[in-house]
Nanobody, 129 residues
């Protein structure tokens, strides 16, 4: 059974950077497409980025495009989310999630939460001066 653990969250000033990590265990990471999601206080969870099994396909929601970069190191069983030029509206709990193995074989990744089979417990990112 795949298990995911996020890390790297914390308090950062506006304009600063953080790198989130999503570490996998229990199964080879390269079986799975991965998505990053976030949920701000009082708001619904939203998908913000995803990456295919091989890393060839990536997607970003418009609000983070150009500021966030998703990547993966299958040998280290870790997916990263580099977040630059952070804004107060980026404050949220950030989650990584994995698509099921069958759907992970598709060439395109997804940022739809309903398409995910495994979830981490999240890491809090607070952007504030």
């Amino acid at each position: 059974q795949l298990q995911l653990v996020e890390s790297g969250g914390g308090l950062v000033q506006p304009g600063g950077s953080l790198r989130l990590s999503c570490a996998a265990s229990g199964s080879p990471l390269d079986y799975y497409a991965i998505g990053w999601f976030r949920q701000a206080p009082g708001k619904e969870r939203e998908g913000i980025s995803c990456i295919s099994r091989s890393g060839d396909n990536t997607k970003y929601t418009d609000s983070v495009k150009g500021r966030f970069t998703i990547s993966r190191d299958n040998a280290k069983k870790t997916v990263y989310l580099q977040m630059n030029s952070l804004k107060p509206e980026d404050t949220a709990v950030y989650y990584c999630a994995a698509r099921g193995r069958v759907y992970s074989t598709l060439p395109m990744c997804t940022m739809e939460g309903a398409g995910m089979a495994f979830w981490g417990k999240g890491t809090l990112v607070t952007v504030s001066s």
